[in-house]
């Protein structure tokens, strides 16, 4: 049985489980599960596909160009974490890596990761990610520290140039440069390695959070258990990065801050969530005021930009949801 014969017929337990949530990626995710195809060599796995009922008739493309694939085709639109523990409950794998669609695997990635794993097998580490590359080759950060009220205050866009400028390294891990391998709190969740072990122990990806912190909330259950998290820094994967949410930003901006309330309430104080939304209502009126500025601006110097409006409009339009009653969302 070589790497190819992805059925796992007998029920063989493989090395890693590759489970790919998809929506309306048909090009992205045949190149993805293309890339690991060729670049995964060392380990056996197997590739499961949860397709969420993509118009773009991606599941179709898979029983017909990879029909060794599992695929779970849904009829409705499950979710980012619900259709991962889809994918999860049917793997055999020893260890299980949630890959997004939208990625290129090169220079043997995942081997690399399962190799570090393996060496490493002694020290307690559960998850494994590594760095993710823009399609230009450039760095797409990705690292972050566990939430802290106060240091939310900066770590945003409002003070990325000015912060990105200084020597954050210990005290701003969103503006770490990424340049070495070491324990870190929590990661973007387009590639999330981890051990069947972990998955035992922690259990699922939260079904609550429908997109976005899923990871967030993965990653501190899985520190709280016990285990490290470890990001490789010479280790790469190409990441083209939200191709699916933007194709509804406005609602996916949206679903972001509401998943992103559920998980301050599900780890932190009721104060740190009040906080935290209050500091939310100052920011979003300055974003639309820098928005409105710069529209005036470029219509002023006769260089209009579709950008700024579209930008006043998504933030306008969340900051009118978080005054509607399903914006307090509940454990």
Same mark, same amino acid.
């Given at each position: 049985m070589n790497n190819t014969d992805l059925n796992?017929?007998?029920?063989?337990?493989?090395?890693?489980?590759?489970?790919?949530?998809?929506?309306?990626?048909?090009?992205l995710l045949k190149n993805c599960i293309q890339s690991v195809i060729n670049e995964t060599v060392k380990y056996s796995y197997e590739i499961i596909v949860v397709d969420n009922n993509s118009p773009d008739k991606s599941a179709d493309m898979v029983k017909e160009l990879f029909p060794n694939v599992k695929l779970i085709a849904n009829n409705i639109n499950n979710g980012f974490?619900?259709?991962?523990?889809?994918?999860?409950k049917i793997s055999v794998g020893k260890n299980i890596l949630l890959l997004n669609p939208d990625t290129i695997i090169i220079n043997n990635a995942?081997?690399?990761?399962?190799?570090?794993?393996?060496?490493?097998?002694?020290? %307690?580490?559960?998850?494994?990610?590594?760095?993710? =590359?823009? #399609?230009?080759m450039t760095l797409q950060k990705s690292v972050n520290d566990f939430f802290n009220i106060w240091r939310s205050f900066f770590e945003n866009r409002l003070f990325a140039d000015l912060f990105s400028k200084l020597n954050t390294k210990k005290s701003f891990m969103t503006f770490w440069d990424h340049s070495e391998?070491?324990?870190?709190?929590?990661?973007?969740?387009?590639v999330l390695l981890y051990t069947r072990e972990v998955a035992d122990k922690v259990g699922m990806l939260d079904d609550r959070f429908w997109i976005y912190a899923?990871?967030?909330?993965?990653?501190?259950?899985? %520190?709280?258990a016990?285990?490290?998290?470890?990001? =490789?820094? #010479?280790?790469?994967i190409i990441h083209y990065g939200k191709s699916s949410s933007r194709q509804r930003r406005a609602e996916m901006f949206i679903q972001n801050y509401k998943s992103f309330?559920?998980?301050?309430?599900?780890?932190?104080?009721?104060?740190?969530?009040?906080?935290?939304?209050?500091?939310?209502?100052?920011?979003?009126?300055?974003?639309?005021?820098k928005f409105s500025l710069s529209f005036v601006f470029h219509k002023l110097?006769?260089?209009?930009t579709d950008e700024d409006s579209n930008q006043i409009g998504i933030y306008f339009k969340t900051f009118l949801w978080h005054f509607k009653r399903d914006s307090f969302v509940k454990l």
């Open positions: 796992n017929e007998n029920n063989m337990t493989v090395d890693l489980s590759i489970v790919i949530v998809s929506w309306n990626t048909k090009e974490a619900p259709a991962n523990n889809q994918g999860i995942i081997d690399k990761m399962i190799d570090y794993l393996y060496l490493h097998k002694n020290e %307690k580490i559960g998850i494994i990610t590594c760095k993710l =590359l823009n #399609d230009d391998t070491r324990e870190i709190d929590w990661a973007y969740g387009a899923e990871e967030m909330d993965f990653y501190i259950r899985v %520190k709280r016990g285990y490290k998290a470890i990001f =490789l820094h #010479d280790v790469e309330y559920l998980f301050l309430k599900k780890h932190y104080s009721y104060s740190v969530y009040l906080t935290y939304r209050i500091r939310t209502y100052i920011y979003m009126i300055l974003w639309i005021l110097t006769g260089k209009p």
